[in-house]
């Protein structure tokens, strides 16, 4: 019940539904081999194995701000986003958006893997 003069909090951050549909860690594999070019393949493959486990679903980071096989910080990437048909967070849980989406993040690096770096990992 809400009564008259209490105070509603929201959120004006989208809510992720996740979707249902299980991708098989091969099917994940291939579509990451087709949308990757030959040379970068075997590092996207070490990069979304590190970051998700080759499981689109995944939604992690500090307030669940990163999404999908690659972990795209929708919020940080948001206006680049929409030029390559990304206009809701929830469009990164698709494998093959994602991985579209990560692609043109390197692009947009200068083809540097700088957005996924750690401390033991800079090829």
């Known amino acids: 019940m809400i009564l008259i003069g209490a105070q509603i909090c929201t959120s004006d951050k989208p809510v992720l539904v996740i979707p249902e549909t299980q ?29 998700s486990n080759f499981k689109p679903n995944v939604v992690g980071g ?12 929708y919020s940080v990437h948001r206006s680049w986003l929409a030029n ?3 206009t809701k967070p929830a469009q990164l849980l698709d494998p093959r958006v994602n991985a579209q989406a990560a692609l ?12 996924w770096w750690t401390k033991s990992w800079r090829p």
């Open 23 to 51: 991708y098989k860690r091969n099917k994940v594999v291939a579509i990451i081999r087709e949308i990757w070019p030959d040379e970068h393949e075997e590092n996207a493959l070490f990069v979304a194995n590190r970051e």
């Open 62 to 73: 500090t307030n669940d701000c990163c999404i999908g096989l690659f972990q795209i910080y």
């Open 84 to 86: 390559v048909g990304v």
């Open 104 to 115: 043109a993040l390197f692009k947009r690096n200068g083809n540097s893997w700088k957005p």
